[in-house]
Every structure is written in C-alpha cells, then in structure tokens.
C-alpha cells in the first residue's frame, strides 16, 4: 500500500512555500489578482479515497485543462471523423501559436493548441442546441457536482483581450474549418475556458480518464479506446512546448491551464490536480510540475 497521504504531506510541506513561484499569467486581466501564494493538490487513487493538501478546496479558472472536457464532448458526439479536422501531432509551439496552422491548411496540429480546441468548440457549436448550456451540464454529471459553473467575468475579460483567439478563428474559417460564425464560438471557447473547480473537483472529473471512461460515479462517458487516444494526447501535446518535458520529469498524462491548474494520472491508480498560480516561462504551472515530479518520484508510479 502506498502512503498517499504521507507523500502528497511531505510534497505540500517541500514545494508548497517555495520562494521561486514563476509569476501569474496577465494576458486575461481577470486572472491577473490572484494570489500566487496559493498551493493545493488532490489526489484520488483506484479505489475512489481522496488525499488532499493545501488549498485544494479553493476554486481557480480551469482554462485550458478544460480542453479536454470539450474533446471529450467531440468525441462522444462525431467520433474519429472529429481527425479530417484537426490532427494528433504534438506542434513543439507554444499553445497561441498560429504559423504552423497557414503552413498546413487550416489544420491545427491537435486539439490541445488554441486552435484545435476552437476547432472542437465549433463541433460542440454545431452538433449541441445550446453548447454552454449543454456543455456545463455535460461537466455537472462528469464530476457529479452540480456547483461547478463559468466565471462569467473570466470569460468577458478573455472575449475583451483574446485576439489570438479572434485570429486563430478567423484563420480556421478562412481555411473553411470552422462551420460557424467566428462571435458565437469563440463566445462557447471563451465560457468553456472560464470553468471553475477546485483541485478534488478536478481530479474527481478526470477520474474517468483513468478508469476506463467511467466517471466516478460509474457512468461510462467513453470507450477504452476513446480513453486511450485522449490520454495520449495529453502525454504528448498537453504541455504545449513544455509535453517532452513534463513526460521526461513527471511520466504522466497531463494538462495544464494558464490558471495555475495541472490535472494527471495514471491509469488504474490515481488521479491527481495541483494548483499554484504562478507559471513558468512556457506558462505551466511552475510549482504544479515541481510538486508532481516529486509525487511519482516519491511513489515510484509513473507510466514509464
Ligand atoms: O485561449 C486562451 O489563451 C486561454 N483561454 C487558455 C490558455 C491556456 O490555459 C494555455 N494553457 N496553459
């Protein structure tokens, strides 16, 4: 058996009140005030115990982890042909980036990067009657939470200043890859990114990615297959330019978000979330990857 609860202490007590904490992204004014003295992780094994330290009951702006919650949408909703739209190759850029998407097509390099996850929002804009609406309560039974909701300051903040997004979209429509008007799903992106949850929340909603596509509560969201790919995209491209090495120093499937947040497990055995504000240069939480190299090096469990 491993002490879970002694090794996420002992994380928590080396990493937690660190002086080097990287600094708390601006470009979301919104996100700007949050106090980077922040620290929580949670941890929810196989058997459904949860372990927690710090300010893991604190809720903070998802962001991009929140990527994989509309994939996972996609996925449930077209299947593989959801692949003739957007690739599955990690793009070694930073996730704003948009060269990459003019010298292919119009075809994001995977749907992790801005422009993939707009390429899913426009799926979701499609194939769902209300996309913010059917979407949140989509997370609500993932996580069995009814409390989980947008931060509608968050999202107005975004729409204010995100004209990477604007570009990116209109980018993707120009190359008749987005369906729909760039206004309305780029307003679905924008609401999807400010998601609030908790770090147990967090991890309690990726749990299923680690249980075979059934949630917590045992619903089954997605076949083991659809469990398979999903992970490995977040191994190889859910760090952006940063995926070689949070694989090389952490050995899990993950995903950060610009909020300070980073969701990862490995499958069977747990599920875990940190979050500190503060990023690093590639805008991956800088404690966050401290906390979870020192979590499977202290467990011995990694994917590798
Ligand atoms: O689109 C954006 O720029 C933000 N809503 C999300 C970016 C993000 O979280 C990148 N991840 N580390």
Request: aromatic share 10%.
């Amino acid at each position: 058996m491993i002490d879970f609860q002694g090794i996420l202490h002992k994380v928590y007590s080396e990493i937690g009140n660190r002086q080097e904490r990287g600094k708390v992204a601006t470009y979301i004014p919104e996100l700007g005030d949050i106090d980077i003295n922040k620290f929580g992780i949670h941890l929810v094994d196989s058997a459904k115990n949860e372990y927690s330290e710090g300010h893991s009951q604190e809720k903070f702006s998802i962001q991009s982890i929140s990527k994989v919650l509309s994939l996972t949408r996609a996925l449930s909703l077209v299947g593989e042909k959801l692949w003739s739209r957007v690739d599955v190759e990690p793009s070694g850029d930073p996730f704003n980036h948009l060269s990459l998407l003019e010298q292919e097509n119009g075809i994001p390099r995977n749907p992790l990067i801005n422009a993939g996850a707009i390429v899913v929002a426009d799926v979701l804009v499609s194939e769902l009657k209300n996309a913010k609406v059917e979407f949140l309560d989509f997370i609500r039974r993932i996580a069995n939470d009814p409390s989980i909701d947008y931060n509608l300051a968050v999202a107005k903040s975004e729409k204010n200043t995100g004209f990477r997004n604007f570009a990116a979209a209109n980018l993707l429509k120009s190359y008749s890859n987005l369906k729909n008007n760039v206004d309305e799903v780029l307003d679905f992106y924008f609401h999807q990114c400010s998601l609030e949850m908790n770090c147990a929340q967090l991890a309690e909603t990726f749990f299923l990615f680690s249980n075979r596509g059934h949630c917590i509560q045992d619903q089954k969201f997605l076949s083991v297959n659809q469990v398979k790919r999903i992970n490995a995209l977040m191994l190889t491209c859910g760090f952006y330019d940063e995926a070689g090495e949070f694989a090389f120093e952490v050995g899990l499937p993950g995903k950060s978000g610009v909020g300070g947040g980073i969701v990862a497990l490995l499958p069977n055995k747990f599920t875990v979330a940190t979050w500190s504000p503060g990023l690093n240069k590639k805008g991956n939480s800088k404690l966050g990857m401290e906390a979870l190299e020192m979590l499977t090096t202290e467990t011995g469990l990694s994917i590798f």
